[in-house]
């Protein structure tokens, strides 16, 4: 069974820094394509940021791009997204989600099989 844990959420003043990890298990994680979306009170769950499992190649919102990084690790089965230059616009409850294989829309959350229980992010303003 697949199981996606995130982690490394927390309260950050504004200019902060987090990283967040999503350690998964139950699944060749090599093969995984990953990503992260966020939703927060009120609103739609939306994309962050997502990272191919065959060559890597990552894609990021927008709004995320400059300050946003995410990353993997197929020895430790994790994925992380580094978050700097946190802004109260920031604080949602964020999500690890997955699929094997390629996905051909990494950006749309309906491309995940599989999905963590969130962590939440809380940046005051």
């Known amino acids: 069974q697949v199981q996606l844990v995130e982690s490394g959420g927390g309260l950050v003043q504004a200019g902060g820094s987090l990283r967040l990890s999503c350690l998964a298990s139950?699944?060749?994680?090599?093969?995984?394509?990953t990503g992260w979306f966020r939703q927060a009170p009120g609103k739609e769950r939306e994309f962050v940021a997502a990272?191919?499992?065959?060559?890597?190649?990552?894609y990021s919102a927008d709004s995320v791009k400059a300050r946003f990084t995410i990353s993997r690790d197929n020895r430790k089965t994790t994925v992380y997204l580094q978050m700097n230059s946190l802004q109260p616009e920031d604080t949602a409850l964020y999500y690890c989600a997955a699929i094997p294989g390629n996905n051909v829309s990494p950006r749309a959350s309906g491309g995940y099989a599989y999905w963590g229980q969130g962590t939440q992010v809380t940046v005051p303003s």
């Open positions: 990272i191919t499992w065959s060559r890597g190649s990552t």
């Open positions: 139950g699944v060749s994680f090599s093969t995984l394509s």
